[in-house]
């Protein structure tokens, strides 16, 4: 009979503790999301003070809250920002490296060329005064196209060196016989023995695959370097996906609605989230380590058979060699010249016929190693070799920073996850996406495909990113390019009017290279001239040692064994 007494008693008395339970819930207070809140830049205004029902949120756990919907609106907005400047900081490294990197090499080339084309216009300027300065446009015009070819623009290397030889031998020949006047029709005539007679040896042969190579390797790796940087560029922006916004919002701040702001997420619900958002950078891995694979073989190149010590040593008995050629066949080069286009008409009566020999062996005699001249030649070599010292050091150091970025893009979720002031170590003491404790879900692989399962994010995996794609196609294009440099194979590239990224000259091809013809001044003899024949010749004859000395001092910055 004591039965329903009791009964009502234990009903009242739990109904009781319930209430007084429910009370304390709805009693504990915001102000810790107030003041994180606040921390973040946003008002106060219409913020709980305390814990209020959370039926409104579509994001956070419904339970009390110290969030309303505008609140949740505003944290998931702040999650975006956050991540994007989370995966900004965690690639901001490969990018400064590349950007620095491509701007110190692009600067080590470029002066390479200049301090070339300068010592060697500043030693010819005080050695032969007027008459270099004459002749010089041959040089001027080598050098520009040479940097045109290296900065992008659509230069066919053989085909410019092609047509210097042949306006070499076209002033060349008139040089030799003076007592002759040349039409443009017979200089024509005379460009076609180039190849035939071969009046320069194997100097021709041996520089147009010197440079060729050379030049090649350096475009393609500055080229690369500058692809490199663009890609990284673009891919550290993030396209934030709603799937990825709602995950981002529950990971940072859902903590903050429940009223624990100081609260982190665990570590791997951290890596389930960010590879969920992140799934199509990291598919760009595969094409990024063949890109850096291809960029460290081209670097070998430019490290390894480009060396200056072995070119400096015979620079000057290559010199001599080459002059002596010339002398050798300038008999036999003019007889079948003569035989082939015709004999020419004299230029007029009281002109001599010496022959220029005496000028070249007088200048140009071989030297003995301990006859090596200590002039200007020899400080502009010595300046030359420590920019290119410096060049060698950067090669190597860029080499290094490209090893660590491989499998950069996989890694990135490991590098944000990792960061303390993003997850919490402590695996009992994190945000697990509802409460704080342990996280229990496995880490999805990377990569699109594997987020089919993904517990935290919803992903699309049908619907690749068509921007990320390009950065492949990007990469994947860039990779052919190295890979034909590293063999010594050209690629064209458009000029930089033609990106229409405004990356930069290089990032393109064509299969047709406009080719620049330029055709040689005719060099008459001078009517003026009281002196015989052979003392004009005197005065022209030094056009050819000035392309020899700037040719094999080119070959110095271009050797490649």
């Keep these: 009979m004591w039965k329903t007494p009791v009964v009502g008693f234990i009903c009242s008395l739990s109904l009781l503790l319930s209430l007084t339970c429910a009370g304390d819930v709805k009693s504990r207070s915001c102000s810790d999301m107030r003041q994180a809140y606040t921390?973040?830049?946003?008002?106060?205004?219409?913020?709980?003070?305390?814990?209020?029902?959370?039926?409104?949120?579509?994001v956070c756990p419904q339970g009390y809250t110290c969030c309303t919907s505008d609140m949740e609106d505003k944290l998931g907005q702040q999650s975006k920002l956050d991540f994007e400047k989370l995966v900004e900081e965690s690639s901001h490294k490969i990018r400064t490296i590349l950007t620095s990197r491509h701007k110190k090499f692009d600067e080590f080339f470029l002066e390479l060329l200049d301090n070339s084309e300068k010592s060697l216009n500043d030693m010819f300027v005080r050695t032969y005064g007027k008459l270099y300065t004459h002749n010089s446009e041959m040089f001027e015009d080598l050098f520009s196209e040479l940097k045109?070819?290296?900065?992008?623009?659509?230069?066919?290397?053989?085909?410019?060196?092609?047509?210097?030889?042949?306006?070499?031998?076209?002033?060349?020949?008139?040089?030799?016989?003076?007592?002759?006047?040349?039409?443009d029709d017979y200089l024509e005539c005379i460009s076609k023995y180039t190849d035939q007679l071969k009046p320069f040896g194997d100097v021709p042969r041996k520089l147009k695959a010197q440079v060729t190579k050379a030049f090649i390797a350096a475009r393609s790796f500055v080229q690369g370097l500058m692809v490199g940087r663009e890609v990284a560029n673009r891919?550290?922006?993030?396209?934030i996906s709603p799937g990825c916004g709602k995950a981002l919002t529950k990971m940072l701040y859902c903590p903050y609605c429940g009223g624990m702001p100081g609260l982190k997420p665990c570590a791997n619900y951290c890596q389930n989230v960010v590879r969920g958002c992140l799934a199509n950078q990291a598919d760009l891995d595969p094409e990024w380590n063949l890109f850096i694979d291809a960029m460290l073989l081209v670097a070998d190149r430019l490290e390894g058979p480009f060396n200056i010590e072995a070119v400096v040593e015979p620079i000057d008995v290559k010199i001599s060699e080459?002059?002596?050629?010339?002398?050798?066949?300038?008999?036999?080069?003019?007889?079948?010249?003569?035989?082939?286009?015709?004999?020419?008409?004299?230029?007029?009566?009281?002109?001599?016929?010496r022959g220029i020999s005496d000028v070249f062996n007088r200048r140009f005699r071989p030297y003995s190693p301990e006859e090596r001249p200590t002039t200007a030649a020899g400080t502009s070599l010595d300046r030359l070799r420590i920019v290119w010292r410096t060049m060698q050091?950067?090669?190597?150091?860029?080499?290094?920073?490209?090893?660590?970025?491989?499998?950069?893009?996989?890694?990135?979720p490991d590098r944000i996850c990792a960061e303390d002031k993003?997850?919490?170590?402590?695996?009992?003491?994190?945000?697990?996406s509802h409460t704080k404790g342990r996280y229990f879900p496995d880490v999805v692989k990377d990569g699109l495909t594997n987020q089919l399962n993904n517990?935290?994010?919803?992903?699309?995996?049908?619907?690749?990113?068509?921007?990320?794609?390009?950065?492949?196609m990007t990469l994947r294009v860039m990779t052919n390019k190295l890979r034909n440099a590293y063999n010594g194979k050209d690629v064209y590239f458009q000029d930089s009017s033609d990106e229409e990224s405004g990356s930069g000259s290089g990032s393109g091809f064509t299969t047709e290279p406009e080719v620049v013809h330029t055709e040689p001044p005719m060099v008459e003899a001078d009517i003026s001239d009281p002196q015989p024949a052979a003392n004009t010749a005197h005065q022209q004859s030094p056009s050819l040692p000035l392309l020899f000395a700037v040719i094999t001092l080119t070959t110095l910055l271009l050797q490649w064994r």
């Design 455 to 472: 517990p935290e994010v919803e992903v699309d995996i049908t619907r690749p990113d068509t921007f990320i794609r390009q950065q492949i």
């Design 39 to 58: 921390a973040k830049g946003f008002s106060v205004h219409n913020v709980p003070h305390q814990e209020i029902s959370g039926e409104h949120l579509r």
């Design 422 to 432: 993003v997850t919490d170590p402590d695996e009992e003491q994190c945000w697990n």
């Design 322 to 353: 080459a002059i002596m050629t010339m002398q050798d066949n300038s008999i036999q080069v003019s007889s079948k010249v003569f035989q082939g286009c015709g004999h020419p008409k004299l230029a007029g009566s009281g002109r001599s016929t």
């Design 393 to 412: 050091h950067s090669v190597i150091d860029i080499k290094e920073k490209l090893k660590e970025s491989k499998k950069f893009w996989s890694s990135l």
């Design 148 to 183: 045109r070819y290296y900065t992008g623009g659509n230069v066919n290397l053989e085909e410019m060196l092609n047509d210097f030889w042949s306006r070499l031998l076209e002033r060349m020949f008139q040089l030799l016989n003076s007592q002759y006047t040349f039409t």
């Design 235 to 239: 891919v550290a922006k993030v396209n």
